[in-house]
């Protein structure tokens, strides 16, 4: 993103240039003047294939690999449109897409922010949900017993009701996470079932012991 930021903000100044009326390669040389960011060795090199009479599309086409970056490619395409068109609107309109997708970009940014305040919050949802089923599980023959008045429930009557809660938990966190855009929701689910597991045997094992006693 800091190319595609440094980038945009050079071919804005570029812009400003070759809306005077200058071509594109005296636009690019005068913005390069004036330019002290970390994108300052690219674009000399650029500079240098210019002056050693390389095309403009095609310096603009070496920049772009050498960046590697999706945005920047974007951002030299439409250098390249509006500059092999000409007319003294160029200038004008590059200034306008450029700073539309510099917008854009900053609402993504925005947006991943958000997802990513969103997607530690459901986590810890998911997870404290999964640990009360897990914690309600681990209860239930202790809960059957005192339902049916039986001095005592076992565990295997309940599995199948454990496991379902455990698969349910797990396909949950799955889904959230999948609702927030989470990287790799699939350890959402994992770490669900990791949850359940270590809650259901820690209260199990605690409320064995009560019972005991």
């Not at 003294?88 to 997708?101: D, F, P």
């Not at 023959?141 to 009557?157: D, E, G, I, N, W």
Request: charged share 20%; hydrophobic share 50%; aromatic share 10%.
């Amino acid at each position: 993103m800091r190319a595609e930021e440094e980038l945009g903000d050079f071919l804005i100044f570029f812009a400003g240039v070759l809306k005077e009326g200058y071509s594109p390669e005296y636009s690019f040389q005068a913005a390069l003047a004036g330019y002290r960011g970390p994108l300052r060795d690219h674009l000399h090199a650029m500079r240098t294939e210019l002056a050693n009479g390389r095309s403009f599309d095609s310096a603009c086409d070496a920049l772009a690999r050498r960046l590697g970056s999706d945005g920047c490619s974007l951002m030299l395409r439409v250098i390249k449109h509006f500059t092999s068109k000409g007319g003294g609107e160029a200038g004008e309109r590059i200034m306008h897409v450029i700073s539309m997708l510099k917008e854009n970009r900053e609402l993504v940014e925005e947006r991943a922010r958000i997802m990513r305040s969103f997607g530690f919050r459901v986590r810890v949802i998911t997870l404290a949900c999964t640990a009360a089923s897990a914690f309600l599980a681990s209860l239930s023959p202790f809960l059957m017993a005192l339902v049916t008045l039986k001095a005592q429930s076992s565990y295997a009557v309940n599995w199948p009701a454990t496991v379902f809660l455990q698969l349910s938990s797990a396909i949950a966190s799955y889904y959230a996470a999948c609702a927030v855009l989470m990287r790799r929701p699939y350890l959402n689910a994992l770490l669900s079932l990791i949850v359940f597991s270590l809650v259901f045997l820690f209260s199990s094992a605690l409320t064995g012991l009560y019972v005991l006693k």
